[in-house]
C-alpha cells in the first residue's frame, strides 16, 4: 500500500511538471494603458495628463498617448460632437504690420497642426489640418499649407460630400504673372491672392483680396479686413515694383486725352485702423491729393472728407461731395497726365 501511494504521488508531481503555465499579462503593460494619477477626462474621448498634456481614451484606457499640446472644441456638425487636438510642427507664412497698419515684414512662424476626433476617438481625416471653421454646425471647412478642403456633414454626422480648392495659380492675364490663391485660414475670408512669375516666384506676397488692372501698365492690390483690419491700396507697375503704399484708397479715372489720379487718407482722428505716412514716417494729414501713375503728388492736399468724387471730362472738373454733404467743385486740367504707349 505503501508503495502504491508513493506511485501515485511521484504520478501527481510529474503531472503538475508537464503543464504549461498560462501566459500573464506583463503588469506594467496594463498600467501603461491606463490614464493613471493626475490624469482626468474632459469631455467625448478627450483627457489631459497630469503634465498638461492632451491624449485620447476610452473607457479609461488610452488609446492615443497624451503628446498633444493644445484642445479645442470643433463643435456639433451633423449632430455629432468632434474636438481638435494641436500639435507643433515646422513653421508656416507670418506677417507683421505695424500700429498704424502698414505692411513692415513677411517671414515665418511656428505652426500649429490639429488633428479632429469624434466623441469615440475616430479621427476623421486622414491628414492633420492648420485650421478649421464649423459653419453653422452643417458644414465643416479646414486648411492645410494654403489649400482649403470643404466638407458637407449628414443628419447622422457622416461625411457627404467633399470639395478641394488646391492653392496656386488661377489665370495669367496680369501682364503675364500668375495669380496665385492660397487660404491662410478657414473662415469664409480666408481666401488671398498673390502674383507670381512665369518659374513659380511669388512677386507680389498672397495678402489681398483683389487685383486691378489700369491703363495697361498699372495694379492696384487692395487687402481686406479679414486679413489685416482694414482696406488698403497699393500699386504695383506691370514688372510688380511697388511704387506707392502710403494712401488707404486710390482711384484713376479715364478723361479724353489721359488720367486723373487720386490719393485718399483716411482723418488720424477717424479711430480708422490705417494712418497714412509719407515717404519719411510722418503722418499724413486726412483729405486727398491728385497723384501721377506712380502714386506722386501732383497737386496740394485738399482738407475735404470726399465720400464721393465726379470727374467730369468736359468741364475738366472735379466735382466732391463730403460727408456733410457739402460739394466743392475743382479744377483738374493741371492734373491730368498721358501715358505712353
Known amino acids: 500500500m505503501k508503495k502504491l501511494f508513493v506511485l501515485i504521488l511521484a504520478l501527481l508531481m510529474f503531472c503538475a511538471c508537464s503543464v504549461e503555465e498560462p501566459a500573464m499579462d506583463e503588469p506594467q503593460s496594463e ?27 476610452k473607457d479609461g ?37 505695424n500700429e498704424d497698419g502698414m505692411l513692415i515684414g513677411k517671414g515665418e512662424t511656428e505652426r500649429t497642426l490639429y488633428d479632429i476626433f469624434d466623441r469615440d476617438g475616430n479621427m476623421l481625416l486622414s491628414f492633420p489640418v492648420d485650421d478649421f471653421y464649423n459653419e453653422d454646425g452643417k458644414n465643416l471647412h479646414v486648411t492645410l499649407e494654403g489649400s482649403l478642403y470643404f466638407y458637407a456633414f449628414s443628419d447622422d454626422g457622416e461625411i457627404e460630400r467633399e470639395e478641394v480648392y488646391k492653392k496656386g495659380k488661377e489665370w495669367p492675364n496680369l501682364f503675364g504673372f500668375d495669380a496665385v490663391r492660397y487660404y491662410y ?31 495697361g501698365s498699372r495694379i492696384i492690390a487692395k487687402t481686406h479686413s479679414g486679413m489685416v483690419g482694414y482696406h488698403a491700396f497699393r500699386l504695383y507697375d506691370k514688372e510688380c515694383n511697388l511704387l506707392c503704399e502710403k494712401y488707404s484708397r486710390i482711384e484713376y479715372y479715364e478723361v479724353d486725352e489721359g488720367f486723373i489720379g487720386i490719393g485718399i487718407c483716411d482723418y488720424p482722428e477717424s479711430q480708422s485702423p490705417l494712418i497714412c505716412r509719407d ?56 492734373y491730368i497726365f498721358e501715358i505712353e504707349g
Open 185 to 215: 485660414n478657414a473662415s469664409p475670408f480666408g481666401e488671398y491672392w498673390g502674383l507670381a512669375d512665369s518659374e513659380g516666384n511669388i512677386v507680389v506676397p498672397e495678402i489681398y483680396k483683389e487685383f486691378e488692372t489700369y491703363f
Open 61 to 97: 484606457k488610452i488609446i492615443l498617448p497624451a503628446t498633444y499640446e493644445e484642445f479645442k472644441r470643433v463643435g456639433k456638425l451633423g449632430g455629432k460632437m468632434f474636438y481638435a487636438l494641436g500639435y507643433k510642427d515646422g513653421t508656416k507664412a507670418w506677417f507683421e504690420w
Open 279 to 334: 515717404e519719411n514716417g510722418e503722418i499724413m494729414p486726412g483729405g486727398f491729393w491728385f497723384i501721377d501713375e506712380n502714386g506722386n503728388a501732383l497737386s496740394e492736399h485738399f482738407d475735404i472728407r470726399a465720400v464721393e468724387t465726379d470727374i467730369s471730362k468736359e468741364d475738366k472738373t472735379a466735382v466732391v461731395t463730403d460727408s456733410d454733404g457739402n460739394i466743392t467743385e475743382i479744377p483738374i486740367g493741371d
Open 31 to 57: 498600467a501603461e494603458n491606463e490614464l493613471g494619477e493626475g490624469s482626468r477626462v474632459l469631455e467625448g474621448c478627450v483627457f489631459k495628463s497630469a503634465d498638461e498634456k492632451y491624449g485620447i481614451q
